[in-house]
């Protein structure tokens, strides 16, 4: 496909602002090949109105995306987009020639799982909440999210196997870039996201906020206009239900208790770390409540998300 850069050929002015435009041919059809000047969220949706100018205004069918460092997630909206594309030494994807040629050099098969696992999903979260993460080292991620080095490293293999994020080495330190953000991070891992709720008990006792944020429909009361419910909702992370249950002298609850009770959820995961306030942070109550058989409880459930624009 030898390329001649596209200029002034009466386009309009906000086009090659945008752009980078060369013309070729492929398969002995005239081609563009378009390049995003400087990527960003949203850009592929706008390439999608600006692709139908240039076919306009150059009267050429075929008009493809140049990608550079694409993740396979990525890739495959712009398939199921019907987007053309080419990304160098990956894939070659033309919907009108009903052309996909794929690299042929074997690929590392990834080894995430059907669902993340806790220290992955919590890592995706906290970038999703607005944290950043990119440049993190082993030692401080693994700090700042209470988790053992190891748990971070595989968290990292996991991310990289589904080409979210990749690890760059800045001496003997191996440290975290993601590579997706925001919408399309959300869209990527969404189906693999899981609720963080273990089990659900009922306990008497005192459970100081500090220890237990408010949870479920206590916590869907702060961020949204469902009603209280009638007893506080908490939650605690599994690993410490047995020294909790011990320190705080929490006992079983009954019905006949009235007030004196709360529904205590134990998570796969500190609730703690991705919240700077006494309730469980946004996204993780949503992937708690989203399929509650409550209408009103997942209606509350998915308006957790209206702030991030999703």
Known sequence: MGLEPVAGAGLAHFLHDRYRIWQGQLNGEPALLVAIRAPGHGATTEFIKHRDLLRRQLGIRLV??????????????????QIGFLAPGAQLYVPEALLD?????PTRAPTANAQFGPTTQVLILASLLGEDLNDGNLTHLAERFQVAIMSMSRTLDELEALQIAKAHHVGRQRRLQFVVRDRELWQAVEGRLQSPVRKVRTVRGNLPDDVAPRAGESALAHYTMLAEPRFPHRAIPAARWKRLQQSLELKVGFDFDGDDRAELQTWSYDPRVLSQEPVVDRLSLHLSMRHDPDERVAQAAQQLLQPFGW
């Open 64 to 81: 493809l995306l140049l990608l550079e460092h694409v993740p396979t997630v990525i890739r495959r909206q712009m398939v199921e987009r």
């Open 101 to 105: 040629l794929r690299e042929r050099t």
